[in-house]
């Protein structure tokens, strides 16, 4: 039987001097998302049904030999140069290389140098085709595929690892659409979802193979379909599970969603707030819909923390109306609010965006993807100078992580 290998790759590390100066920051979200490639565990379902698969994470050990038919790798776009070096050194022992996931869906010509098999956009079909023999240059799948067709992830080869948490992923598809996003322009506007007894199946299994750790819902929002997320609430209480999930701050007002999250499992939930400024959010998500929550910001993080679910929220610096106010008037809006988490990235664009198509008009991006990391400012925007942003985030990080104000939310949760 021909062999296959998924390789992770490495996590791009944030910027050797962020990541030195703030390492309360860095290490924790580092620890966040210390998960396995969930795409590759997907991928590796069907695959196994013609191969024998073996799964590699480069976080955790490195390449012993090149006995391999077919090395599939799946690079975020700060790992693209690692995955086309990583595809030149297993061509070079005779391995075919076969390159997705969304980098590569969005430049399948640049992937297509270093790849003998490119897969563009989800590839529940065109692994088929691959499977039953087809073999071409570029499988390029037109249509978003029902979630009926997506297998079960390959949990099992993932066990040898210490992650912190497991992703699963119940849906696909976001309906606003905002244009930094990269998952909605490859997963589509409509949601599709897994059915209740794929979800309970998966849940089973994750239980089985990980029953301390804690479950992360890659969904773009969790909490859509209220008559679904509750179904999956009581599947995760009855399995006694501890998880976190994406969501938009209207979760506040979902009652009887509110009531019965901690009751199943739920920690964190980690909301796109993006920006306090409107102006910023009209720019980045057209139909408005951001925009218009922002006077309930502060309300939302209050009831939801209510129920002893942290908020980490999630922010983007570096929108076209930021300046040097912006640091402190986001400071401020998290010591007042005592949020618990934070993820504060730099707006980065994603080729294949509609924010890199804008920006790259007036000023052309340079291609080193090493650099589209989240934490470096790219282009210039009217508001501050860009070196003067990068000080004023480096600072604005070891502020929201000092240790005043972490010892400030440790107290607001001990009175909850
Ligand atoms: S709401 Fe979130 S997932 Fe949806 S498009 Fe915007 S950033 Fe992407």
Known sequence: MEKVLLLALKETRVNAQLYDQNLYEFRSRNRLWNTPHL?????????????????????YESIAHYEYDYVFISPTTSQAEQAYAQAAAFRKHGVKVA???????????????????????????????????????????????????????????CRKYLYSSIPIQLSRGCPHQCEFCLSSAVYGQIIRRKSLSQAYQELSIVKQYFEKK???????????????????????????????AFTDISIYRKKELLDKLYESGCRKLLIGFESLR???LREVNH????????????????????????????????LPYDNEDTFDELYQFIYDTCIFGTNV????????????????RTQPLKREWSQYDGFTLLYDIPGIDRDLFQERYLQFINRINSEERLKRVVEYFKNR
């Open 278 to 280: 409107p102006n910023n």
């Open 214 to 244: 804690l479950i992360f819902f890659t969904d773009d929002n969790f909490f859509l379909d209220i008559s679904y997320s509750l179904e999956i609430m009581s599947m995760l209480k009855r399995l006694n599970l501890t998880w976190y």
């Open 345 to 360: 990235t730099v707006s980065t664009p994603f080729p294949g965006t509609k924010l890199f198509e804008k920006i790259n």
């Open 99 to 157: 390159l997705g996931g969304p980098h590569v869906t969005m430049l399948p010509e640049e992937a297509s140098v270093f790849g003998d098999f490119i897969f563009v956009g989800e590839s529940e079909n065109t692994l088929r085709q691959f499977l039953e023999g087809d073999r071409k240059k570029i499988y390029e799948e037109g249509i978003h595929p029902d979630m009926s067709l997506v297998k079960q992830p390959l949990y099992e080869l």
């Open 39 to 59: 795409g590759l565990l997907t991928v590796g379902a069907i695959l196994a049904e013609k191969f024998v698969v073996e799964y590699i994470d480069l976080n």
């Open 287 to 318: 139909s408005g819909f951001k925009s218009a929550r922002v006077p309930e910001y502060e309300e939302a993080v209050r009831e939801i923390q209510s129920k002893k679910i942290g908020v980490v929220g999630s922010f983007v610096l570096g």
